[in-house]
C-alpha cells in the first residue's frame, strides 16, 4: 500500500506512531507470515521477528513468504530476507532462536513499543505475557484452530492477561482403554505413538513420557502389567539390528501381548475377544507386497501393506538409532527417537503399527493422512483463517498505539455462526490470577549488595513487611525467616545480576491479608556513582493485598454467551480428537462474572441471534475411565 493511502486511512498522527513503533512478532508460522507482511505493508518502522525453527515442507500450503528453495532454513531469517523486498525502508532484525530463552530479557521486551503473539503452544505464549506484564509493553495474543481464530488484546493492569482465564487441560485417554480394550482408531494410534514407539526407541529407563503411571488403588495392577512388559520391550531392544529384531516385535506385540489379552476373558464378555496375528502368516501373504509409497497415504493401506509398512519403517528406524548410537561420546546422554508427525520414519511406523492393531481389535485400517491428523493432534491449519486472523491483529493494535483501550476487543472468527467474526469488549484484570495479579518493581543495586540490604534496608524498613517474608529467584527460595544464614551473603552469590527478576513472597496472614507478589525486575548500577543505600527499589504505587478467599459453594454466574462453552472438557459424540493450542491456549473466558468490562457498561458482545456458540468450539474428549490416563497433548 502507498504511504499517502495509509495516511489518508489512518489518519496523520497513527500514521506516525506506526512508523515510529519498534515491534516484535514471535512465531513466523502460519499467523506469523501474515502478520509480518502486514506490518510492513501498513508501514511500521521497526519489525523484530523470532523462530526457533526451520521451515519444513509441510508449511509451504500456507507460510506463504516460504518457498520450496527454503526448506531447512531458518524461519525467521527467510521471513526477514523476503519481507524486506516488500518494504526495503522498514528495519527488520531477525533471529533464530527460543523466546524463552534468558537473552530476551525483561529489558529487552522494554525495548518495544507493542509484542505480537502468533506462537502454537501454551509454554510460549505464557512466557511472553508474563514478560509483556513485567516490561510493561501491550501484547496481540492470536491463535487459529482449522475456521476458529482469536485475537486477544492484553494490557498489564488494565485487562486481562493471557491467564487470566482458565486453560483447557490436555486429552487424555485411560491406560486401559489404550492397552487392553481399543476401541476406535484413535486408541490404536495412541498406542502405537506413545507406547510403542517410545519403548523401542525412547530412553530405556523411563516409561513412555505420555503415561501417568500416578497409582491408586483401582489402577495398580494395570501399572504393574505395564511395567513388566516394558521390561519386556527392552529385553526385546537388544536384538535391534539383527535381522530378527522385525520379527521378534511383531511375534511379541501381536502374537504374545494378544495371547495374554484373550486371555482375560472377563474383558471380552461384552465384546468380541482381539484376534492374533500370524506372523508367519502374513509373511507368506505379503511375499510380493510392495511398500506402500506417497500415492497411497490418501487411502487406507491393505493389512499386507501395513506388514511391509511396519517391516520397512521399523528397518529405518533401527538404522537411525544405531547411528545416533554410535555417533555419541560416552558422556552423552542416551539417543532417543521421538514421535514427529512431519518426521515420515516415525510417522509410516505409527501408521502401520496402529494398523495392525486395530485389525487385531475388528477395526478398520486409517490412511496415513488422517494418522497424521490425529497423531499430531492437528486440526488443519487454514490459509485464510490465518490471514484473517492476523489483520485483526493489525487492527487491534492500531487502538492499542492510540492509548484508545476501550474500543479495543477481544475478537473471535467462527464459521457456524451467522457472523464470522464476533466481538467482546475487553475485561479488567482477574483479581485472582496469580501472573497478573502482582505488584512490580525496579531494584537498582550496587555490586555489593547484600541480602540484608534488601530484607532488612529495603523491604521491612522503607516497604513495612514483617519478618515473615521469602525471596524466590525464578522456582529457587533464597531467603525465608529461617535461612538466616543467607542473610550476610551477597545477592551476586545467588546468581542475581542484571536482568534478573526476583519476587517477594509476603507469608504474613497474621494482622490483615497478604499483600500480593511483588516481582522485582533488577538493575545494576554503575559502580563509580555513590548512592545513599546499597539497593533502592522503586514500585509504583502501594503494594496490594491479596483478595480474600470467597465463601465454597458461592454460585459463578454466567458472563457472556460465548462463554458457556467450558474450556476444559466437552464432550462429544464425535469421536474426533480435536485437541489443539486454540482449545488449550486461547479457549473461551470462564470465570467469575465480577468485573465489569473496560467500557463500564454492558458486555458490549457482538453476536448475531440465533448463532450457536457451543457447535463448533474446539472439541475435546476426555474417556471418563479414571485408571490412570494417557496424555496425548505434545
Ligand atoms: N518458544 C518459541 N520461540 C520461538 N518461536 C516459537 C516458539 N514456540 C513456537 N514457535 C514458533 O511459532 C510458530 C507457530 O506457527 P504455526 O502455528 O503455524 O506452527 P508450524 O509449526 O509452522 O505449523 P504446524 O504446527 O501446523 O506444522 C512456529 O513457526 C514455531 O516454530
Ligand atoms: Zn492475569
Known sequence: MRASTIKRSLGAELTHKIKESRVLLVGAGGIGCELLKNLVLTGFGEVHIIDLDTIDLSNLNRQFLFRHEHIKKPKALVAKDVAHNFRPDVKLEAYHANIMDSQFSVGWFKSFNIVFNALDNLAARRHVNSMCLAAGVPLIESGTTGFNGQVQVIKGGETECYDCNPKATPKTFAICTIRTTPSQPIHCIVWAKSYLLPHLFGASEEEAAELDTTENSDNAQEIA?????????????KAMGTEDFFETVFKMVFEADIERLRAMEDAWKTREAPKVLAFDELLERSNSTVVPDSSADQ?????????????????RLSKRFKELQDKAAPEDPEPILTFDKDDEDTLDFVAATANLRAEAFHMGSTSKFDTKQMAGNIIPAIATTNAMTASLCVLQSFKVLRNDLSSAKMVFLERSGQRAINSEALRPPNRKCEVCNVARGILSMDANATLEDLVKGVLQLDLGYSEELSIRVGQEIVYEPDMEENISMKLSEFGIKHDTTLTVIDEDDR???PRVNLECWVTERNGSVEYPKPITLEVQGEIPRMPAQKESGASVPEIADASKATDSVIASEQDSVETSE?????????????????????????????SSQTANDAVVVVDDDENGAIVIDD
Open 299 to 315: 487411502r487406507p493401506w491393505t493389512v499386507e501393506e501395513n506388514f511391509t509398512m511396519f517391516k520397512d519403517s521399523l528397518t
Open 582 to 610: 486454540f482449545a488449550n491456549g486461547l479457549g473461551k473466558r470462564k470465570r467469575e462474572a465480577e468485573d465489569e468490562p473496560l467500557t463500564n457498561g454492558h458486555v458490549d458482545k457482538k453476536v448475531a441471534s440465533g
Open 225 to 237: 502389567k505395564l511395567r513388566k512388559e516394558a521390561q519386556t520391550l527392552r529385553e526385546v531392544r
Open 511 to 513: 494482622e490483615q491479608d
